[in-house]
């Protein structure tokens, strides 16, 4: 995946009416192996990862790059929100180009039912479409998952296709701030 583009990095932290998104500290470390070692989270990304394996792997300061957001609940990291360029070798793109802004995120089972990732992923939108005026994003999630796909479509995003990518049916919708999100 390549960078956003021009963009500050890391943005002012990000407040809305009950988190704060904001760049990785090392005191999320913990929050992080756990996001990867969750069979829960795993499910629909090829399953969770060895803790062993990531306790190894991840660095003192996780996730720390351009696109990346923690999201906080009351000083505790409860999850993480990216925008990354999607790799062009991979099917469903909006441009002839390829290479559009792609949403991705990941909760803690325990935040999961309230909201929370609503409230984020729409805040983050919002920081793109000041940031990158005009450009679309992209999420592509397997059809099997509802929770995923009842989020999109409360975000705004609309379906442009649907297709067979990891043994499994996708979804690959484009939300642009052209049009108001919901």
Known sequence: MTELGPVAWPPAPIRTERLVLRESEARDRAAFIELCASPKVGTYLGG?????ELERAVPEVPGRRPGLFVIDLDGMMIGMITLDRRDA???????PNA????????????????????????AALDWFADALPGEPVVLCTQTANDRAMRLAAKLGFTEMERFEEYGAEQWFGVWSSVTPSS
């Open 99 to 122: 290479g559009e802004a792609e949403l991705g995120y990941l909760f803690l089972p325990e935040a999961w039912g309230r909201g929370y990732a609503a409230e984020a992923c729409a």
């Open 48 to 52: 969770p990862r060895p803790r062993d």
């Open 89 to 95: 070798g991979r099917p469903g793109h909006v441009r």
